[in-house]
């Protein structure tokens, strides 16, 4: 039983993640030739989604990792071939050696709170994310990690002990976040989840100042139901 139950969990994670990545492609790509925020005066359009949840006593386990994924952007992302592809850093070099990656961050990526989203920030993020050993478990080559550091020009500097294969994979699971009132995290996605919320339901709001392209969504409510 115990051993069925966990594989039931598993099948049940890798659907929420394929889901949930095909979900927040479909929101941001139905929009993804609208760079300037949508009409004030058009009709506001909301979406509500939900999912029967089998045993756990948190209803929207699943949807909350999905609203992570449309709330807050990692520097790079696995693209739909596989391959690494840009996310807030619009390009990065590698050191002849290998060792050195240096980012170049997107232009006009801001907070949710409308900050930059800037060399300086990025570093923090980084740093404090990765200095949670919990963090650094769930990837091996974040051990590598010799410095990061802001350069000169405005970039991102990531120092390795030594050539990492999949460095850059492991990189598009740290969320960049900008930390506020001691705890509280501010993404840079499209949407901003909504302050309160109950284990029932979540609800996120469009992020009108999202450089990427604004949704054509306003809102967007996640709703859990127990079996």
């Known amino acids: 039983t115990v051993a069925a139950d966990g594989f039931l969990r598993s099948v049940h994670r890798a659907f929420i993640g394929a ?15 609208a760079r300037n925020p949508a009409d004030p005066h058009a009709e506001p359009v909301s979406l509500r989604a939900g999912h ?7 209803s929207l386990y699943g949807f909350q990792q999905v609203a992570r994924y ?6 790079v992302r696995n693209g739909r071939d596989g391959r690494v592809a840009p996310r807030l850093a619009e390009s ?3 050191s002849p050696d290998g060792t050195v990656l240096t980012f170049r961050l997107r232009r006009g990526a801001r907070f949710h709170d409308g900050s930059p989203v800037d060399a300086a920030a990025v570093e923090t993020s980084l740093k404090r994310t990765l200095a949670n050993q919990q963090e650094r478990s769930q990837a ?5 990690i010799v410095k990061i550091e802001t350069t000169e020009a405005g970039e991102v500097a990531i120092t390795l002990r030594r050539r990492s294969t999949f460095f850059l994979e492991d990189l598009g699971t740290v969320a960049i976040a900008n930390i506020i009132d001691g705890d509280g995290q501010l993404g840079t996605g499209p949407f901003v989840i909504e302050g309160s919320h109950s ?3 979540l609800a996120m709001t469009r992020f009108d100042a999202y450089d990427d392209g604004v949704p054509a969504v306003n809102r967007i409510v996640w709703t859990g139901y127990r079996d």
């Not at 889901?19 to 030739?33: D, H, P, Q, R």
């Not at 449309?70 to 520097?75: A, C, I, Q, T």
């Open 19 to 33: 889901a949930g990545l095909a979900f927040c492609g479909a929101v941001v790509a139905c929009t993804s030739e």
């Open 52 to 58: 029967v949840q089998f045993n756990r006593q948190d």
């Open 70 to 75: 449309l709330s807050f952007e990692p520097l």
């Open 92 to 94: 990065w070099t590698l």
């Open 140 to 144: 091996p080559a974040f051990s590598d």
């Open 199 to 201: 284990n029932e339901e």
